[in-house]
């Protein structure tokens, strides 16, 4: 077996020392090539060399849940293929690693690396769908490049709070949920279209939606994790369905500490919901239209803002090592 192992040096949680270990580790059973990023998107760029080679069978993502959505973009450029692509396999060392561990995959670089090699003796692998993201036709954003999104997507408040938490990571501060929930707090309290959202949810067959101030979408669960606690947001979404929304169509003081409540104390069972809480799911074709330019966000990586988005959810997209 030929594999590239793409590492991200800037990796959270992970020692230069520790990534030596692993990438040994890993060289031990395969013929492996690794290459450790330089420039944001590197790692999207050798997953599109790795799926237009002939001898790559597997690529491994070193790194948190950017890293990874930067080789899936990379592997998927010319599109789903997963009897041809190259497998992909993942070790945490980001901050919170959500796709990583909502594959069943431990949360420690070295057990992961471990589960990893374990799984590739057994031949144990899965099929995972992804979401897909494009610029609407007809729209100021058509022109906008598609990109994919391994578990989690957001149009409004949630790639807001995002958005703050890259700007202090710029600045030279640790990802923590600290960080993150001081974020929320302050954007919380400086969001104008809190009261009165500005998004609209179109699908096929259904009335559209109108009003939101948020819109989560999940491609599985849980969205993400507070330190070892998972938090739901679409407990029912799922690698093997569509697309799940959230929407919220108010956040005033009251809605907050609602739902706020509500994803503290969510399971596989039950996540949000009230009277201004819409919850959607296995969804293949929809789009976010807002009135105003609103904040994207995909895997937690802040794109920008946009007035139009449209997601596609997509099936059986690519091959995992678990």
Known sequence: MRALLVVNPAATTTSARTRDVLTHALASEMKLDAITTEYRGHARDVGRRAAEADDIDLVVALGGDGTVNEVVNGLLHHGPDPDRLPRLAVVPGGSTNVFARALGLPNDAVEATGALLDALRRGSERTVGLGLTAGTPGTDDEAAPPRWFT?????????????RV????????????????????????EEPNRRH?????????????????????????????????????????????????????????????????QLLTSSPERGPHG?????????????????????????GDHLGVRKSVTFTGVRRALRVIV
């Open 197 to 261: 959202g500005t998004i609209t949810l179109e699908r096929p067959g259904a009335e559209p939606a109108h009003d939101l101030v948020a819109s989560i979408v999940c491609n599985t669960a849980p969205w993400t994790y507070l330190g070892n606690r998972p938090v739901y947001a679409s407990p029912r979404a799922s690698f093997d369905t569509g697309l799940d929304v959230l929407g919220l169509s108010r956040l005033t003081p009251a809605a907050v500490t609602r739902y706020g409540a």
């Open 151 to 163: 578990f989690c997507a957001g149009l409004g408040f949630d790639a807001g709070v995002v958005g």
């Open 166 to 189: 890259e700007q202090q990571r710029d600045r030279g501060k640790r990802s923590t949920h600290a960080l993150y929930i001081r974020q929320l707090l302050r954007h919380f309290l």
């Open 275 to 299: 009277k201004h809480a819409l919850t959607l799911h296995d969804l293949t074709d929809f789009t976010l239209h807002s009135k105003v330019p609103l904040p994207l966000q995909m895997d």
